[in-house]
């Protein structure tokens, strides 16, 4: 598992080598997300070079995305069974292989292939065990150590874009795309400060590996024959795969899920189509690009911002609204949009949308870690993100196909809406359920639970109870009122 | 977590759709001409025009009629014959307007491209306020004085026209019309062929590959393109014989691709594009810079020299941090060790006081 001596520590620290993962992250988040953003400034190199039309360079870019969703299951797979820093650093440097033989390419399928598959199967390596790693380092400021990690996307992309641009005019594209790959080798390094720790939950899950091994000689005593052993690493492996995905039969992450579905739809095509409907409204060309990066800055403020607001006291155990809370608005946001027909209507629009949007983008891991625990984060985030790969592909080009037939963007945006709003019903709707489960089975149970029964205090009671699930006892005396104990 | 795909670059408009051919109006409109000054006689200039029909007279069918603003003509006598004559000839027909007062303090001046042989009609119009009939118009091509004008005047306004056919490029320059000597008011027309555009920014190459180097004009289809290529100020045709290296094609009639294989050091420079056009030639620079791929590979090295040092920074830094905390650890586990023993001989001891610990909250409560 671990590699390397154990770090002992119970709990996540919440600081010290934490803030350098959230660093880590920070970079895989700018070397992942914002260079498959800015390799879309290359089409047009692409497409005067290789004389080819703007769909056929389009490609490329819906590959890199499609591939790094797809295969985030295998990235957290390859990080659990080797280690974080073992997947990174083999995921930097998959990425950087692809954009350098990229550089060689004489013809669009070559890039398809290494810029496309070789590159997308790297940064998925990469992404989701950073993202783990957060989460495991981080318990009382998670949401804020998330929002700066993921506001390295909108960052990235606002300084590698100009960057880019003077690199394609310095070297061509063949000499950009080499100096790009050397950029991306810096995963490399993020991979190496990822310093993996035992947290007191994950104390369990060695002692049933290592039941698991232990039956391993018992096999190779009995019988030395090849296909026995074969047999052994496939129970072994299914054992180990179905301990790490059993999260999958929880109804609370099948809920997530099918909400991510419903969420992937509606987010994307507002990127592909917010300039073209400004356009179609009557803004002019350069007020439609400040719309854009009025979402890009202002995504990033909500990163960063709700992140920090989603830790205070007060919210922190209402995370999972705050989430649901900024899908729905970003939802209304949508049913708003075709009444929004001027600039000084659309830039409101904008800024709420982009805040929301970085808001729900940060609370997504802080979210997944609260229903399946740190443990399984690295798979459940795996599994997370490749159920955004589909809806991502599928959603732009429906959308499109719903604006050539109406004619106009109204039906496409309000598809858009109430796929996110179903999305964050759908959640509430879920907790609802499950409250008044609990609330039904602690009024029927007939032994209650002895630690409610020393407060009168019912709410109060609650929390502690999560608290002292969570927690040592030494959270205790942090919400006791009264003397102290001594 | 969301994948932006990104905006496809914004297209552009799509071209706009040819002018609709108009039929030829001469033989239906009765035109008036002014022969030189009312001095002048009509026959002097006929057998110039004559000329100029039986050139022309297999021109394809094509007017349009770009008139800007009407100038309202009184018709002085009529040169029948040259209605005849001119009733077989079909050129494009342009007319241009400019209108002057006597208090415009700059010249007014207006530019036109024109890419095939016209018919074109020059209006001037001053208004003045003092007598017209004393101003005096006339009409310079560069500084060469022109004959053959017309001048009417209504009222305050005194229009001046000159009509003649733009056939070659001696023809094109610049037409004046003057009025007043004095204070010299000028309208200017510049005639001009469409200009090319090409790529402003250099191209950037790498030895041994191939490049497009790409020219375009906008709403205009020459006759002909050519390639030139130029170090310092000779230009020397490229050649196009060698199809190994060089090779030139377009998909449409208003651009031309020059596709140049195995570049090497020698082929950079300027390349110029020039298109033609039966009244003249405009030409366009597109400069090619040819790189060797260690050009890019110094940065490429050096980010990955960085890498590999800030890699086996953080990996030495954290082996030796465990090797520390597996030293203290090691006392710790001994100290801890020391302490169970001593609490298990306590044991009975230590938990007395959490039992008092909750009986006082009991009593808190209760």
Same mark, same amino acid.
């Given at each position: 598992?671990?590699?390397?001596?154990?770090?002992?520590?119970?709990?996540?620290?919440?600081?010290?080598?934490?803030?350098?993962?959230?660093?880590?992250?920070?970079?895989?988040?700018?070397?992942?997300?914002?260079?498959?953003?800015?390799?879309?400034?290359?089409?047009?190199? +692409?497409?005067?070079?290789?004389?080819?039309?703007?769909?056929?360079?389009?490609?490329?870019?819906?590959?890199?995305?499609?591939?790094?969703?797809?295969?985030?299951?295998?990235?957290?797979?390859?990080?659990?069974?080797?280690?974080?820093?073992?997947?990174?650093?083999?995921?930097?440097?998959?990425? *950087?292989?692809?954009?350098?033989?990229?550089?060689?390419?004489?013809?669009?399928?070559? &890039?398809?292939?290494?810029?496309?598959? &070789?590159?997308?199967?790297? %940064?998925?390596?990469?992404?989701?065990?950073?993202?783990?790693?957060?989460?495991?380092?981080?318990?009382?400021?998670?949401?804020?150590?998330?929002?700066?990690?993921? *506001?390295?996307?909108?960052?990235?992309?606002?300084?590698?874009?100009?960057?880019?641009?003077?690199?394609?005019?310095?070297?061509?594209?063949?000499?950009?795309?080499?100096?790009?790959?050397?950029?991306?080798?810096?995963?490399?390094?993020?991979?190496?400060?990822?310093?993996?720790?035992?947290?007191?939950?994950?104390?369990?899950?060695?002692?049933?590996?290592?039941?698991?091994?232990?039956?391993?000689?018992?096999?190779?005593?009995?019988?030395?024959?090849? !296909?026995?052993?074969?047999?052994?690493?496939?129970?072994?492996?299914?054992?180990?795969?179905?301990?790490?995905?059993?999260?999958? &039969?929880?109804?609370?992450?099948?809920?997530?899920?099918?909400?991510?579905? %419903?969420?992937?739809?509606?987010?994307?095509?507002? +990127?592909?189509? &917010?300039?073209?409907?400004?356009?179609?409204?009557?803004?002019?060309?350069?007020?439609?690009?400040?719309?854009?990066?009025?979402?890009?800055?202002?995504?990033?403020?909500?990163?960063?911002?709700?992140?920090?607001?989603?830790?205070?006291?007060?919210?922190?155990?209402?995370?999972?609204?705050?989430?649901?809370?900024?899908?729905?608005?970003?939802?209304?946001?949508?049913?708003?949009?075709?009444?929004?027909? *001027?600039?000084?209507?659309?830039?409101? %629009?904008?800024?709420?949308?982009?805040?929301?949007?970085?808001?729900?983008?940060?609370?997504?891991?802080?979210?997944?870690?609260?229903?399946?625990?740190?443990?399984?984060?690295?798979?459940?985030?795996?599994?997370?993100?490749?159920?955004?790969?589909?809806?991502?592909?599928?959603?732009?080009?429906?959308?499109?196909?719903?604006?050539?037939?109406?004619?106009?963007?109204?039906?496409?945006?309000?598809?858009?809406?109430?796929?996110?709003?179903?999305?964050?019903?759908?959640?509430?709707?879920?907790?609802?359920?499950?409250?008044?489960?609990?609330?039904?089975?602690?009024?029927?149970?007939?032994?209650?639970?002895?630690?409610?029964?020393?407060?009168?205090?019912?709410?109060?009671?609650?929390?502690?109870?999560?608290?002292?699930?969570?927690?040592?006892?030494?959270?205790?005396?942090?919400?006791?009122?009264?003397? *102290?104990? !001594? | 977590?969301?994948?932006?795909?990104?905006?496809?670059?914004?297209? #552009? =408009?799509?071209?706009?759709?040819?002018?609709?051919?108009?039929?030829?109006?001469?033989?239906?409109?009765?035109?008036?001409?002014?022969?030189?000054?009312?001095?002048?006689?009509?026959?002097?200039?006929?057998?110039?025009?004559?000329?100029?029909?039986?050139?022309?007279?297999?021109?394809?069918?094509?007017?349009?009629?770009?008139?800007?603003?009407?100038?309202?003509?009184?018709?002085?006598?009529?040169?029948?014959?040259?209605?005849?004559?001119?009733?077989?000839?079909?050129?494009?027909?342009?007319?241009?307007?400019?209108?002057?007062? /006597?208090?415009?303090?700059?010249?007014?001046?207006?530019?036109?491209?024109?890419?095939?042989?016209?018919?074109?009609?020059?209006?001037?119009?001053?208004?003045?306020?003092?007598?017209?009939?004393?101003?005096?118009?006339?009409?310079?091509?560069?500084?060469?004085?022109?004959?053959?004008?017309?001048?009417?005047? $209504?009222?305050?306004?005194?229009?001046?026209?000159?009509?003649?056919?733009?056939?070659?490029?001696?023809?094109?320059?610049?037409?004046?019309?003057?009025?007043?000597? #004095?204070?010299?008011?000028?309208?200017?027309?510049?005639?001009?062929? =469409?200009?090319?555009?090409?790529?402003?920014?250099?191209?950037?190459?790498?030895?041994?590959?191939?490049?497009?180097?790409?020219?375009?004009?906008?709403?205009?289809?020459?006759?002909?393109?050519?390639?030139?290529?130029?170090?310092?100020?000779?230009?020397?045709?490229?050649?196009?014989?060698?199809?190994?290296?060089?090779?030139?094609?377009? $998909?449409?009639?208003?651009?031309?691709?020059?596709?140049?294989?195995?570049?090497?050091?020698?082929?950079?420079?300027?390349?110029?594009?020039?298109?033609?056009?039966?009244?003249?030639?405009?030409?366009?620079?597109? #400069?090619?810079?040819?790189?060797?791929?260690?050009?890019?590979?110094?940065?490429?090295?050096?980010?990955?020299?960085?890498?590999?040092?800030?890699?086996?920074?953080?990996?030495?830094?954290?082996?030796?941090?465990?090797?520390?905390?597996?030293? $203290?650890?090691?006392?710790?586990?001994? /100290?801890?060790?020391?302490?169970?023993?001593?609490?298990?001989?306590?044991?009975? /001891?230590?938990?007395?006081?959490?039992?008092?610990?909750?009986?006082?909250?009991?009593?808190?409560?209760?």
């Amino acid at each position: 598992m671990a590699k390397g001596a154990r770090v002992r520590s119970s709990s996540p620290p919440d600081g010290g080598w934490g803030w350098m993962i959230v660093a880590g992250c920070f970079l895989v988040t700018i070397c992942t997300r914002a260079v498959t953003r800015c390799i879309s400034i290359f089409f047009v190199e +692409f497409q005067t070079y290789f004389t080819q039309d703007y769909a056929q360079t389009a490609w490329i870019h819906s590959i890199v995305d499609c591939v790094t969703m797809l295969c985030a299951p295998l990235g957290s797979v390859v990080s659990n069974h080797l280690s974080c820093q073992v997947g990174i650093m083999l995921g930097g440097l998959l990425a *950087s292989t692809g954009l350098i033989l990229g550089s060689f390419a004489t013809s669009l399928k070559h &890039l398809y292939l290494t810029l496309g598959v &070789l590159t997308g199967l790297g %940064f998925a390596l990469c992404y989701s065990p950073a993202i783990a790693m957060v989460g495991k380092y981080f318990s009382r400021r998670k949401a804020l150590a998330y929002g700066i990690a993921m *506001s390295g996307s909108g960052i990235g992309t606002f300084i590698l874009a100009p960057v880019v641009q003077l690199l394609i005019e310095q070297f061509s594209w063949r000499g950009a795309l080499l100096i790009l790959g050397g950029f991306v080798l810096n995963l490399c390094v993020c991979g190496a400060l990822m310093r993996p720790i035992t947290l007191q939950e994950d104390q369990t899950t060695p002692e049933q590996n290592h039941i698991g091994r232990t039956q391993k000689p018992d096999f190779q005593r009995v019988s030395p024959c090849s !296909t026995l052993t074969k047999k052994w690493v496939q129970t072994c492996l299914c054992c180990s795969l179905q301990q790490e995905y059993s999260f999958l &039969l929880m109804s609370d992450f099948v809920v997530l899920a099918i909400s991510v579905l %419903f969420m992937a739809y509606g987010c994307s095509p507002l +990127f592909v189509y &917010l300039v073209p409907y400004a356009l179609s409204v009557g803004v002019s060309h350069q007020q439609a690009a400040f719309l854009m990066s009025i979402l890009g800055v202002i995504d990033i403020i909500g990163n960063i911002t709700f992140g920090w607001l989603t830790d205070r006291r007060c919210l922190k155990n209402y995370r999972y609204v705050c989430y649901l809370f900024a899908v729905g608005l970003d939802g209304l946001c949508y049913l708003c949009l075709p009444m929004l027909q *001027s600039l000084p209507l659309l830039v409101p %629009f904008s800024c709420t949308f982009g805040y929301f949007d970085g808001a729900y983008v940060t609370l997504i891991p802080v979210v997944t870690a609260e229903i399946v625990g740190t443990t399984s984060l690295s798979s459940a985030l795996g599994v997370v993100y490749f159920l955004h790969a589909v809806p991502y592909l599928v959603s732009p080009p429906i959308a499109g196909w719903l604006v050539d037939t109406t004619g106009s963007y109204t039906v496409a945006f309000l598809l858009c809406g109430f796929s996110m709003i179903f999305s964050s019903v759908l959640l509430g709707f879920a907790r609802l359920v499950k409250k008044m489960k609990k609330t039904q089975l602690r009024f029927l149970a007939k032994e209650p639970d002895p630690k409610l029964q020393l407060w009168t205090n019912g709410s109060a009671a609650y929390s502690v109870a999560r608290e002292l699930d969570h927690r040592d006892e030494q959270s205790v005396a942090l919400t006791v009122p009264g003397p *102290s104990p !001594t | 977590m969301r994948a932006l795909p990104d905006l496809p670059g914004l297209r #552009e =408009p799509p071209p706009l759709l040819p002018r609709l051919l108009l039929l030829c109006l001469l033989a239906a409109v009765r035109r008036s001409w002014a022969d030189g000054n009312t001095t002048g006689s009509p026959l002097t200039s006929l057998p110039i025009r004559e000329e100029m029909m039986t050139k022309y007279s297999n021109l394809s069918v094509e007017s349009h009629n770009i008139s800007l603003t009407a100038s309202p003509l009184t018709s002085l006598p009529i040169q029948e014959e040259m209605t005849t004559k001119y009733s077989n000839l079909s050129l494009e027909r342009h007319k241009f307007n400019v209108s002057l007062t /006597e208090h415009s303090s700059e010249p007014v001046e207006k530019n036109i491209t024109l890419e095939r042989p016209s018919d074109i009609e020059l209006t001037c119009q001053f208004t003045t306020s003092g007598n017209v009939n004393s101003i005096n118009p006339t009409w310079k091509k560069g500084d060469e004085q022109l004959k053959g004008y017309r001048v009417t005047a $209504t009222g305050n306004i005194l229009h001046t026209q000159y009509r003649f056919i733009i056939d070659s490029n001696k023809q094109m320059g610049s037409y004046s019309c003057l009025f007043e000597e #004095e204070k010299e008011q000028r309208g200017t027309f510049n005639f001009r062929v =469409p200009e090319v555009q090409g790529i402003n920014k250099p191209l950037i190459t790498y030895v041994g590959d191939s490049t497009v180097l790409i020219c375009k004009c906008q709403h205009c289809s020459p006759l002909n393109w050519t390639w030139y290529s130029s170090n310092e100020s000779v230009q020397v045709p490229v050649d196009v014989r060698m199809n190994d290296k060089y090779a030139i094609n377009g $998909t449409n009639a208003n651009e031309t691709r020059l596709r140049i294989m195995q570049l090497s050091e020698a082929d950079k420079g300027s390349y110029w594009c020039h298109a033609v056009f039966e009244l003249g030639e405009s030409q366009e620079r597109v #400069e090619l810079v040819v790189l060797s791929y260690l050009v890019p590979l110094k940065p490429f090295l050096g980010i990955v020299v960085e890498v590999v040092l800030l890699v086996s920074v953080i990996l030495f830094c954290e082996m030796y941090t465990q090797k520390k905390k597996m030293h $203290t650890d090691d006392g710790k586990e001994f /100290e801890q060790a020391v302490q169970l023993k001593s609490d298990d001989s306590n044991g009975i /001891e230590n938990n007395a006081p959490r039992n008092r610990k909750n009986v006082s909250y009991f009593q808190m409560i209760f």
